[in-house]
């Protein structure tokens, strides 16, 4: 049987060495344009023609200005043609040509001729045409006549109308909308294709109105659609509604699921699959709910249709990530799809079995996909590899039969992003499950030995750093290390340097061996990898020199780094060699949010410093070099955090006016940036008075006026309060800017000697708790839990009330401590019912403070959560447990 398949490609490949169109330039096509001037017109030898004029155009090709006009209007000759073949090439050629307003009143008459012909075939591809080339005048005039083609009797046209329409609703919506009635008229069609273009046109039509929308559902699912097509759309657009509607569904009354479950008898498979598809997206969907649509997927699944058993393995596996209980009655459909043709379909049944499976059907499974994995392409097996990596932190028990199979894909060929999946599945096993991490490391060890890519072979040492030591045998992976120094490429040996020096830092029975191994290093020939044995040797006294203590050495070795790396990198930048050395605790430790294009309106202009800088410099240098050239702020220290500026007026008045907090460790400086957007008035001694009887804490130290205020500038005045040395006071602030006008002379620019004084209500401001914590996150959050030590660690549990979603209620603890979210923890999968969150940041004092955050959904929509604190301090931990009490 090979040998006729064999045959059959290489037939294909000499059709695709000889197409006709190989090797066709656009000149030749040109020339042969010439033919449609012809007086004896030749259909075939013409529509050949437009075929390479249309391929030319498909590829990319650009004809000039001169070269389109000139093929134009060879192309509207063709009309005197009857050849209905030749007629339906140049109907496409005149809408690629996309001719100008000009050239489109030459072949106007034409297409319209063309609309009202006897012929059908003519009548809807002028339609077509006209719909595409024409402009509003000219729609207005053929608006009629469209009209009448939406409830013509042959579908064809009507159909040809209608998709035109919804072209149109993109540049003419205020016609398209005039044609309500008609297309109300056409969704009652007894013609397939007419009722499902018609219904996607009323639908585009109303999608502003919601009511509307749900008026026409409601009408519609009363069962006047017959077309599947239409009905598939139907159903879109009641999930639409659903969605919308937000009713409770606690109760069982979310409107339309009859509807949507009705769908699932329709003899149409298409319609079958999209109710259940439509009812698995349902928000918060049920148990109860999901039995029906699961029931008719699992029939799908037997199905002789390769199409269908796709559909409905690839939904059955979006609903095991959130119901996997709901799917378990298709488990053993599904196995029998583990050995199907399609590769696509084996891989999804493997990956939904693995997340619907129990204990025991785990080494069934594990054989059966062995024997499968080596058949599909990379992209299938990091799906299976993330699905057994779920697998195994569901069941800890099974990790000895799971982290082999996993070494053993190991070994086997495969691209980088199948091998970093592997290797991160086995680092997370290691982590969450203790038993697993010898085997683990001794895989990760033997990998290392014969890989290729330099960027797992960092990680993997890496990793073999900070875990390797606190093994029963540590001396046993360091000739797994030293292998790399002797074999790879230099950043592999500089980051096997590092490990030895991490192994000699922990285990000091192995400390002799590490040192002779690194004083081999000195003589490498990457400086790289010299500079870190010397620096290491140094700090570990293997030089002979007084060595740290040992808590510093680890913490040079294993902390992480306390400053975000791209404040490190413009600070190396910014800094200018001189005798005094780079100081790193002079790096900004705040997190540097990405800026955000700011919604102003037409003609405001920034407020003074309002917005933070888009260069290089951080926002929290411009303010500190700002503040420190002000003598009156010199005597405050250490600048600690800068808040982003919030707003104290409306968009569009007077005088746009914000605030920035500045945070000192017993003051805070209010510097309010003011724009005076009046052209005809000058502001001198312009202050702001600040209330401070709900801020019992604070006390008014200074304020600094801001002398003139001219129109379209922008400048800053400055209110300085004193509060308790390290304590996070808060409080709030009602604002009243005070200041003199002076009328300008539009003619001459000048301001008149005397002035009014004036006064303008500001928002009220509030300094909240997150404004004495910077974000600052860590690179390994659990090695900086683990270092920081259960001593100041503070547990306690909180109910957060009703909330609208699990995402809500993580956002709003976020935003109240205004801690740095770590390894994308900040993100809430949909439909989860538990969280846990990791945050990191700097409390004022620069005290350094983790939290882990468990939030779970106990009954209806309400939220407990769990808070664990650490930090090197316990009043700080007692401090944020305070912030959430209170909050």
Partial sequence: MAQPYAKKDDDRDDEAEYSPFLGIEKGAVLQEARVFNDPQLDPRRCSQVITKLLYLLNQGETFTKVEATEVFFAVTKLFQSKDIGLRRMVYLIIKELSPSADEVIIVTSSLMKDMNSKTDMYRANAIRVLCRITDGTLLTQIERYLKQAIVDKNPVVASAALVSGIHLLQTNPEIVKRWSNEVQEAVQSRAALVQFHALALLHQIRQNDRLAVSKLVTSLTRGTVRSPLAQCLLIRYTSQVIRESGQNIQTGDRP?????????????????????????????????????????????????????????????????????????????????????????????AITTLLKTGNESSVDRLMKQITNFMSDIADEFKIVVVEAIRSLCLKFPLKYRTLMNFLSNILREEGGFEYKKAIVDSIVILIRDIPDAKESGLFHLCEFIEDCEFTYLSSQILHFLGNEGPKTSDPSKYIRYIYNRVILENATVRANAVSTLAKFGAMVDSLKPRIFVLLRRCLFDSDDEVRDRATLYLNTLGGDGSVVETDKDVKNFLFGSLDVPLANLETSLKNYEPSEEPFDIDAVPKEVKSQPLAEKKAPGKKPAGLGAPPTGPTSTIDTYEKLLSSISEFSSFGQLFKSSVPVELTEAETEYAVNVVKHIYDGNVVFQFNCTNTIPEQLLENVTVIMDATEAEEF????????????????????????KPVGVPAVGKFSNMLKFIVKEVDPTTGEAEDDGVEDEYQLEDLEVVPADYILKVGVSNFRNAWESMGPDNERVDEYGLGVRESLAEAVNAVINILGLQPCEGTEVVPSNSRSHTCLLSGVFIGNVKVLVRLSFGIDGPKQVAMKLAVRSEDQAVSDAIHEIIASG
């Fill in 256 to 348: 339309f699921y009859d509807y949507l479950e009705s769908c699932l008898r329709h003899k149409a498979e298409m319609v079958i699959f999209e109710a259940a598809r439509a009812i698995t997206n349902l928000s918060g969907v049920t148990s109860r709910e999901l039995t029906p649509a699961i029931t008719v997927l699992q029939l799908f699944l037997s199905s002789s249709k390769p199409v269908l058993r796709f559909a409905a393995v690839r939904t059955l596996n979006k609903v095991a990530m959130t119901h996997p209980m709901a799917v378990t009655n298709c488990n053993i459909d599904m196995e029998s799809l583990i050995s199907d043709q399609n590769r696509s379909i084996a891989t999804l």
């Fill in 699 to 722: 006390s008014e130290v200074t304020s600094k006026p801001l002398r003139s205020l001219p129109y379209d500038s922008a400048g800053q005045t400055f209110v300085v309060f004193e």
